[in-house]
């Protein structure tokens, strides 16, 4: 399979922008536990974008800084929605 490098790149940027922004990856896995246990009228991804904007509010970022932030936050929601998603089916699923 054939890697497309701007994917990649951007992949990689994320997975090591919450060890950047480690108190911005933490609100975003209180975000995503949040949506879940609310369940707002709107999408994860509706969200999501909302939490980052609150959280990033008062914050001084440069916008080389603020993407970082996004991405981290983006990769850290997404990671716990997803570990979210399999203890849910691990609690619920039915003995083999």
Known sequence: ???IPHADA???RGQHASFEFPSTARDAR???RTWFEA???MSPAQYR???FMEHC???ADSPL???IRRDAFKQAFAEAVGHIVVEEARLHALPA
């Open 1 to 3: 399979m054939r890697s």
């Open 10 to 12: 951007i992949a990689f």
């Open 30 to 32: 209180h975000a995503a």
């Open 39 to 41: 369940a707002p009228e």
């Open 49 to 51: 974008d909302q939490q």
């Open 57 to 59: 509010k008062g914050k």
């Open 65 to 67: 800084e603020r993407r």
